[in-house]
């Protein structure tokens, strides 16, 4: 751009008859012109026509070919044309150039302040491009901060005249994102063996592993792509907004390609190679198919309805050849469709759900865009389960494989198809006391690992029915949009709250999720304020006969209650617990079955309301075995068969577990016992006994000795993490947890979260809660050999011997492990200093560092 120049300004002389007059005159005129010609001075001029001035700017490539890094500067060299005439030019020799740096509009930063005061004139002869020198941006702005990512608009102005020249480009700046985010890589073909030039789709998503939010902070986070030797800038890194979920998967690419023969490499990074992904495909080849005519697939009309589940259109054969065309079909199979989800899921695969007819058929395409329609076969917007789909980005293929042809079509679902089918998914209910109203917290879990969603339609309901036919409802929003999640097996999520004051007395709620995948509602009871509990009721409480919290031994009984049946575990120490659910995959009660289990105590459900017992979470199965009751003699005879406790897969259902815990389990035990007397020493119709929630769990030797041994070797191990802990001292999970739980309550060891470990020390005046992360001690490495991590560490001492170093991709192959789920444990070796990686060539290799070597030398690993 080039700004018009201060035109001279002419000088006039008056001759004048009257010398009376004229004498004055001169006087004032000549003060005038003096005055005039000091300001036109101070100003820079041009003398000729500064339209045919220009600046011409050559930037520097960018180091990375299409941006540029914190640790880069932006060079540019200037050049001045002259279009027109000789021209005299004035310049300013304090700045020759100076730099104004606009983002969005905004200034942030202008260096014209350099500039003194200063005039020099030189001359451009006509047709002459004279070189004004370089200058250079170091990415700060006025107050030498480094700028954000971002695409930058760069001014360079000529210091004496009016000419500047505008400059674009990108920086990716940003340095960190959080340790724990991963980025996943999933691929999609037609066969398991990848064919040159056949479809492959690629999903790109971000993964919030953690059990809290996760906040980004660059929003102009672009994604590179390497495929082979070529690189691209694609799409935004953070699409959508710049916070993830818990355990939310965010999907942020979904690209088709069409490979070579041979090896290929594609690799994605995340800003300044702030996270990446690799992956090697070995491509076969095809089939030879002759010569193809020029045709192409086009999908006319698509019409996409989330209502009826489904998409229908028309295809387009078009023939762009200068001749007429014949194409000929074996089967009535002639036009093949899949379409894959947002994460690379199959959701819909034409060939499976139809059968072919071998026949022969013909048709004819004219010349130069001749086209033949054909039907799209119905493609459900549903599993094949019939479970709903999630909004986003779908890819539809679309083939004629006796032709060799496709294409690849994107498909935007706005909105959620059908309702999830979540049925591994368990919702709980609880409710704290915060500041004299009741906090109601929804958590979901799940006892499998499980990939599902949320819908944006999905709502957290309450129905407040304490007073008859003067019904309340409460809604919010489970999240403020869709959200897709991925939860480990054993985690746990608080969705959305209600803090509301209930009427004092008893009240009733009713709780459920409602638009969303099926949930079993829930009606609360309790009474509000919780009474104060006294220490004549705790005494009286804790002279009841509790089995040591987390482990009860008994024996399986079932009891009719109208068309529901309350299973009832009978304990050896005469007391009885109704069972609410198991964590254990495939398992439930089976009558007369004798065992040893650990628990989760909490709240009756509904088909054992009538009884007045504790119920209990089944989480480990210790012991278990069969009683066969022999009936042929008048005394009983029992014998012991050992039995498997894999059981028939039930149909998928929804549990809902309900639980309150206002003002803790402590007050709500309190209130019960006060205002039920068959609640403290309870004996029901069918002889059952209750087990309250409050009592003394009776110590023994054995359980000082084996937090003796903890707190040993936490001593002489600190760090060490709950997995390894459990595996060194031979302990079980329930065991582990249950003394764990006791160290940490009389603050003898505190727990440190390192992303999905949980790590251990010592309470000690230099290892406290307070202490930096940065200061606590390496964790020893880990003593279970059978562990992922220690696996790695195996591996590549083993190949270090061979001087060899493995890539990621090839690790995830050995060990038969997802690459995500070694790019994790990678980074986390990385983080304690354990392994390091190496570029070769496109590909990161690792190796152990010296102190993994010393490590592993010095222990009995």
């Given at each position: 751009?080039?700004?018009?120049?201060?035109?001279?300004?002419?000088r006039?002389?008056?001759?004048?008859?009257?010398?009376?007059?004229?004498?004055?005159?001169?006087?004032?005129?000549t003060?005038?012109?003096?005055?005039?010609?000091?300001?036109?001075?101070?100003?820079?001029?041009?003398?000729?026509?500064?339209?045919?001035?220009?600046?011409?700017?050559?930037?520097?490539?960018?180091?990375?070919?299409?941006?540029?890094?914190?640790?880069?500067?932006?060079?540019?060299?200037?050049?001045?044309?002259?279009?027109?005439?000789?021209?005299?030019?004035?310049?300013?020799?304090?700045?020759?150039?100076?730099?104004?740096?606009?983002?969005?509009?905004?200034?942030?930063?202008?260096?014209?302040?350099?500039?003194?005061?200063?005039?020099?004139?030189?001359?451009?002869?006509?047709?002459?491009?004279?070189?004004?020198?370089?200058?250079?941006?170091?990415?700060?702005?006025?107050?030498?901060?480094?700028?954000?990512?971002?695409?930058?608009?760069?001014?360079?102005?000529?210091?004496?005249?009016?000419?500047?020249?505008?400059?674009?480009?990108?920086?990716?700046?940003?340095?960190?994102?959080?340790?724990?985010?991963?980025?996943?890589?999933?691929?999609?073909?037609?066969?398991?063996?990848?064919?040159?030039?056949?479809?492959?789709?690629?999903?790109?998503?971000?993964?919030?592993?953690?059990?809290?939010?996760?906040?980004?902070?660059?929003?102009?986070?672009?994604?590179?792509?390497?495929?082979?030797?070529?690189?691209?800038?694609?799409?935004?890194?953070?699409?959508q907004?710049?916070?993830?979920?818990?355990?939310?998967?965010?999907?942020i690419?979904?690209?088709?390609?069409?490979?070579?023969?041979?090896?290929?490499?594609l690799?994605?990074?995340?800003?300044?190679?702030?996270?990446?992904?690799?992956?090697?495909?070995?491509?076969?080849?095809?089939?030879?198919?002759?010569?193809?005519?020029?045709?192409?697939?086009?999908?006319?009309?698509?019409?996409?309805?989330?209502?009826?589940?489904?998409?229908?259109?028309?295809?387009?054969?078009?023939?762009?050849?200068?001749?007429?065309?014949?194409?000929?079909?074996?089967?009535?199979?002639?036009?093949?469709?899949?379409?894959?989800?947002?994460?690379?899921?199959?959701?819909?695969?034409?060939?499976?759900?139809?059968?072919?007819?071998?026949?022969?058929?013909?048709?004819?395409?004219?010349?130069?865009?001749?086209?033949?329609?054909?039907?799209?076969?119905?493609?459900?917007?549903?599993?094949?389960?019939?479970?709903?789909?999630?909004?986003?980005?779908?890819?539809?293929?679309?083939?004629?494989?006796?032709?060799?042809?496709w294409?690849?079509?994107?498909?935007?679902?706005?909105?959620?198809?059908?309702?999830p089918?979540?049925?591994?998914?368990?919702?709980?209910?609880?409710?704290?006391?915060?500041?004299?109203?009741?906090?109601?917290?929804?958590?979901?879990?799940?006892?499998?690992?499980?990939?599902?969603?949320?819908?944006?339609?999905?709502?957290?309901?309450?129905?407040?029915?304490?007073?008859?036919?003067?019904?309340?409802?409460?809604r919010?929003?489970?999240?403020?949009?869709?959200?897709?999640?991925?939860?480990?097996?054993?985690?746990?999520?608080?969705?959305q709250?209600?803090?509301?004051e209930?009427?004092?007395?008893?009240?009733?709620?009713?709780?459920?999720?409602?638009?969303?995948f099926?949930?079993?509602?829930?009606?609360?009871?309790?009474?509000?304020?919780?009474?104060?509990?006294?220490?004549?009721?705790?005494?009286?409480?804790?002279?009841?006969?509790?089995?040591?919290?987390?482990?009860?031994?008994?024996?399986?009984?079932?009891?009719?209650?109208?068309?529901?049946?309350?299973?009832?575990?009978?304990?050896?120490?005469?007391?009885?617990?109704?069972?609410?659910?198991?964590?254990?995959?495939?398992?439930?009660?089976?009558?007369?079955?004798?065992?040893?289990?650990?628990?989760?105590?909490?709240?009756?459900?509904?088909?054992?309301?009538?009884?007045?017992?504790?119920?209990?979470?089944?989480?480990?199965?210790?012991?278990?075995?069969?009683?066969?009751?022999?009936?042929?003699?008048?005394?009983?005879?029992?014998?012991?068969?050992?039995?498997?406790?894999?059981?028939?897969?039930?149909?998928?259902?929804?549990i809902?577990?309900?639980?309150?815990?206002?003002?803790?389990?402590?007050?709500?035990?309190?209130?019960?016992?006060?205002?039920?007397?068959?609640?403290?020493?309870?004996?029901?119709?069918?002889?059952?006994?209750?087990m309250?929630?409050?009592?003394?769990?009776?110590?023994?030797?054995?359980?000082?000795?084996?937090?003796?041994?903890?707190?040993?070797?936490?001593?002489?191990?600190?760090?060490?993490?709950?997995?390894?802990?459990?595996?060194?001292?031979?302990?079980?999970?329930?065991?582990?947890?249950?003394h764990?739980?006791?160290?940490?309550?009389?603050?003898?060891?505190?727990?440190?979260?390192?992303?999905?470990?949980v790590?251990?020390?010592?309470?000690?005046?230099?290892?406290?809660?307070?202490?930096?992360?940065?200061?606590?001690?390496?964790?020893?490495?880990?003593?279970?050999?059978?562990?992922?991590?220690?696996?790695?560490l195996?591996?590549?001492?083993?190949?270090?011997?061979?001087?060899?170093?493995?890539?990621?991709s090839?690790?995830?192959?050995r060990?038969?492990?997802?690459?995500?789920?070694?790019?994790?444990?990678?980074?986390?070796?990385?983080?304690?200093?354990?392994?390091?990686?190496?570029?070769?060539?496109?590909?990161?290799?690792?190796?152990?560092?010296?102190?993994?070597?010393?490590?592993?030398?010095?222990?009995?690993?």
């Amino acid at each position: 751009m080039i700004n018009s120049a201060i035109l001279p300004i002419p000088r006039t002389v008056l001759l004048l008859r009257d010398e009376s007059y004229a004498l004055p005159m001169r006087r004032r005129s000549t003060w005038g012109i003096c005055i005039l010609s000091l300001f036109v001075l101070l100003m820079p001029q041009v003398t000729g026509d500064e339209n045919l001035l220009q600046l011409s700017v050559s930037i520097t490539e960018p180091p990375h070919e299409t941006y540029y890094t914190s640790e880069d500067v932006v060079m540019m060299d200037v050049d001045l044309l002259n279009h027109g005439p000789t021209v005299s030019l004035e310049h300013n020799p304090s700045c020759t150039l100076y730099l104004k740096i606009y983002y969005n509009s905004d200034l942030v930063r202008d260096d014209s302040n350099i500039c003194r005061n200063q005039i020099q004139t030189k001359e451009i002869s006509s047709g002459n491009m004279e070189s004004l020198g370089s200058i250079s941006w170091d990415l700060t702005d006025e107050d030498s901060n480094l700028v954000p990512s971002g695409t930058y608009q760069i001014q360079v102005w000529h210091g004496g005249t009016s000419l500047f020249e505008d400059v674009s480009v990108f920086l990716q700046t940003q340095k960190e994102i959080p340790d724990q985010l991963e980025l996943w890589m999933n691929t999609t073909t037609k066969e398991e063996n990848i064919v040159a030039f056949q479809p492959v789709v690629v999903s790109l998503s971000l993964h919030n592993p953690t059990d809290e939010v996760m906040i980004l902070t660059d929003a102009a986070c672009r994604i590179s792509e390497f495929q082979n030797s070529q690189h691209d800038l694609l799409g935004s890194c953070f699409p959508q907004s710049l916070v993830l979920q818990p355990f939310e998967v965010r999907p942020i690419l979904q690209k088709t390609y069409s490979f070579e023969s041979g090896e290929n490499t594609l690799e994605f990074t995340l800003g300044d190679d702030l996270i990446s992904v690799f992956e090697t495909y070995e491509i076969q080849n095809p089939e030879s198919l002759g010569d193809k005519p020029p045709l192409q697939l086009e999908l006319t009309n698509p019409i996409v309805d989330t209502t009826a589940m489904k998409l229908n259109g028309e295809v387009s054969l078009i023939n762009d050849d200068i001749e007429n065309v014949t194409v000929e079909f074996s089967d009535t199979c002639i036009l093949e469709s899949w379409l894959v989800g947002p994460l690379g899921n199959v959701v819909y695969d034409s060939i499976s759900s139809k059968s072919c007819t071998q026949t022969m058929i013909q048709y004819s395409l004219e010349a130069d865009g001749g086209v033949q329609p054909f039907p799209l076969s119905e493609v459900p917007l549903h599993m094949p389960n019939n479970c709903g789909i999630p909004s986003g980005e779908y890819t539809l293929i679309l083939s004629m494989n006796a032709l060799g042809l496709w294409e690849s079509f994107s498909i935007e679902l706005d909105q959620e198809s059908g309702s999830p089918c979540n049925e591994n998914i368990v919702i709980d209910y609880s409710i704290e006391n915060n500041d004299n109203l009741a906090n109601l917290v929804y958590t979901a879990s799940t006892s499998h690992d499980n990939t599902f969603f949320w819908p944006q339609s999905c709502k957290i309901q309450l129905l407040d029915l304490t007073i008859p036919d003067e019904e309340i409802e409460y809604r919010t929003p489970c999240f403020d949009e869709q959200i897709i999640m991925y939860m480990p097996a054993g985690q746990t999520y608080s969705l959305q709250n209600f803090a509301l004051e209930p009427s004092e007395g008893e009240t009733l709620w009713n709780l459920n999720v409602i638009d969303n995948f099926p949930v079993e509602e829930a009606n609360l009871v309790f009474y509000w304020p919780v009474p104060e509990i006294t220490e004549n009721l705790v005494e009286e409480l804790s002279g009841s006969s509790t089995p040591e919290l987390g482990s009860i031994q008994g024996s399986w009984q079932v009891l009719g209650t109208g068309e529901m049946s309350c299973w009832i575990l009978s304990s050896v120490d005469d007391d009885s617990y109704a069972f609410n659910r198991a964590m254990i995959d495939n398992w439930e009660p089976i009558q007369n079955t004798e065992g040893t289990y650990n628990v989760e105590f909490t709240q009756k459900t509904t088909a054992c309301a009538e009884f007045d017992v504790q119920s209990v979470i089944i989480t480990e199965i210790l012991d278990e075995n069969h009683e066969v009751i022999v009936e042929d003699k008048p005394t009983q005879e029992i014998t012991n068969v050992e039995v498997e406790t894999t059981q028939e897969t039930p149909d998928p259902m929804i549990i809902l577990v309900s639980a309150a815990t206002t003002g803790g389990l402590l007050g709500l035990v309190g209130f019960a016992v006060m205002t039920n007397e068959s609640w403290r020493i309870p004996l029901t119709s069918g002889g059952l006994w209750f087990m309250g929630l409050l009592g003394r769990t009776k110590e023994t030797t054995d359980g000082r000795y084996q937090r003796g041994r903890l707190m040993g070797y936490l001593t002489a191990n600190p760090g060490c993490h709950f997995r390894a802990l459990m595996h060194v001292l031979d302990m079980s999970n329930g065991q582990i947890t249950h003394h764990l739980k006791i160290l940490e309550d009389e603050c003898r060891i505190w727990r440190f979260k390192d992303g999905r470990l949980v790590r251990y020390y010592p309470y000690t005046s230099d290892l406290h809660p307070g202490t930096d992360e940065a200061n606590l001690p390496l964790p020893s490495l880990s003593p279970d050999k059978n562990s992922l991590q220690g696996k790695i560490l195996s591996i590549l001492e083993l190949d270090s011997e061979l001087n060899l170093h493995p890539t990621q991709s090839e690790l995830a192959k050995r060990l038969e492990k997802s690459q995500q789920l070694i790019s994790h444990h990678l980074r986390t070796l990385q983080k304690y200093g354990l392994i390091e990686k190496e570029k070769s060539g496109l590909k990161n290799r690792y190796k152990l560092t010296k102190e993994a070597v010393f490590l592993l030398d010095s222990t009995k690993f």
